[in-house]
């Protein structure tokens, strides 16, 4: 995505507002990992392919790196095409203390066979980001490449348009928002987005290549429904101010996309968004706390 590669972007904005992949998605992770490779001990890389500002890899260490007692992996790479992006997360492991097994390298999704040994990553990741990849074709034959035969597990991971868990009536706002044409709806790069507002369900795992492929997705509407959270398996909700939620819409590319074309003159788009919230909840505030979530999926795979 070019939009975050720009000097304009505000990684650190991204960093603070993006919400975390749930502890029970990566749970899932690890127990497909250690049923794929039967083994109880070590493995030796995990690559985070289109990691942005470093804030998956850093949450994929602190699961199953040395920060969790018993180390499951001994080495993390994260990467991206952003330069921008992969200095915020450099900045972001000095500042925090983390150790050299957790590292942050430019590396373009095509170009990880340039830069992996074949046959040498345990778990593969791409949180998030798989949407934005052009040519998928050429990208499930790298990881299928780099990936450990028998034992290599591809983890994807996506989320896609919040809302408040609390008021439905506010959902409308939202969907003008990010896809109304006046709005947001013509500033998105596509197909990227489309797939991702989709749930991913266009973006098929080469079969010829991967086994055991396991996908699950959860929307908001199952979320509102449910009786009982855990039943759903895996849920992404975060608590967040409104305010928060507000800066989260701020770190879209779109939106990044719509400011520079509307740089003078033109109130901010999502700014009218939130007021207008406010004028149809008006027990809100801007430091409101709210529920926010998400309609997300996941997709396992094991390297044939």
């Known amino acids: 995505m070019s939009q975050f590669s720009s000097p304009s972007y505000a990684a650190s904005r991204y960093d603070a507002n993006r919400p975390e992949c749930p502890r029970t998605v990566l749970n899932k992770v690890v127990d497909y990992y250690k049923i794929a490779a039967k083994v109880n001990g070590t493995g030796s890389l995990l690559v985070d392919v289109g990691c942005g500002s470093g804030n998956s890899t850093r949450l994929l260490y602190s699961h199953m790196g040395s ?13 991206d095409v952003s330069q921008k992006m992969i200095s915020f997360a450099k900045a972001s492991v000095r500042e925090m203390g983390l150790d050299s097994s957790l590292s942050f390298d430019v590396i373009d999704y ?5 830069r992996f040994d074949a046959n040498s990553v345990e778990i593969l990741t791409c949180m998030e980001s ?6 998928i074709e050429s990208f499930w034959g790298q990881c299928h490449r780099i990936l450990k035969d028998k034992v290599g597990v591809l983890a994807v991971w996506g989320y896609v348009d919040p809302v408040i868990l609390e008021y439905p009536r506010l959902d409308a706002i939202f969907e003008d928002l990010t896809y109304g044409n006046n709005k947001l709806g013509n500033d998105w790069s596509q197909p990227g987005r489309t797939f991702l507002k ?6 098929k795992i080469d079969n010829q290549s991967f086994t055991d492929i396991e996908e699950n997705v959860i929307t908001v509407d199952q979320i509102r429904k ?9 849920v992404l909700k975060r608590k967040m101010k ?8 701020k770190t879209y590319s779109s939106y990044h996309s719509w400011k520079l074309r509307n740089s003078e003159g033109i109130s901010d788009i999502i700014d009218q968004a939130f007021e207008l919230i406010l004028k149809q909840e008006n027990t809100l505030t801007m430091d409101a706390e709210v529920t ?7 997709k396992l795979a094991r390297k044939y």
Do not use: M
């Open 67 to 79: 920060l969790g007692g018993s180390p499951l992996i001994d080495r993390f790479v994260g990467c």
């Open 110 to 114: 095509l170009e990880l066979q340039n």
């Open 130 to 135: 798989v949407h934005w990849f052009t040519d």
């Open 198 to 203: 989709n749930l991913l369900k266009d973006i």
């Open 226 to 234: 449910a009786e009982n959270l855990e039943t759903l398996g895996y």
């Open 242 to 249: 409104l305010q928060d939620l507000k800066d989260y819409f």
């Open 292 to 298: 926010v979530i998400w309609n997300s999926t996941y």
